[in-house]
């Protein structure tokens, strides 16, 4: 069974920057995607198993970078200039089935590995 973990997440004020970071048991094509009470998971970050291309939601691109340690197998996610609607509880996710070696994935049914999640609030 694949493990991810996530770390990371904390109260910051808006317009700072935090940065997530998700260990996973072996290295994968991974997403990161973003849950608030009462709604539905949704896309944030994901990057491929080669670290070739990456993928982001249109509310974060130019603020937000994916990255991977391949040393660590260790996936990033650098947020700056956060606001407060980025707040919610972020979710590590690893696809370690029938995926493509450059191509990353946007929906949260592509994974079929998850961490447990890692609170980020944002004060105004």
């Known amino acids: 069974q694949v493990q991810v973990v996530e770390s990371g997440g904390r109260l910051v004020q808006a317009g700072g920057s935090l940065r997530l970071s998700c260990a996973a048991s072996g290295r994968y094509p991974m997403g990161w995607f973003r849950q608030v009470p009462g709604k539905e998971r949704v896309f944030v970050a994901s990057i491929s198993w080669d670290n070739s291309r990456t993928d982001y939601s249109d509310s974060v691109k130019g603020r937000f970078t994916i990255s991977r340690d391949n040393a660590k197998i260790t996936v990033y996610l650098q947020m700056n200039s956060l606001k407060p609607e980025d707040m919610g509880v972020y979710y590590c996710?690893?696809?370690?089935?029938?995926?493509?070696?450059?191509?990353?994935?946007?929906?949260?049914?592509?994974?079929?590995?998850w961490g447990q999640g890692t609170q980020v609030t944002v004060s105004s």
């Open positions: 996710a690893a696809k370690s089935r029938a995926y493509v070696i450059g191509a990353s994935y946007v929906r949260t049914d592509d994974y079929n590995n």
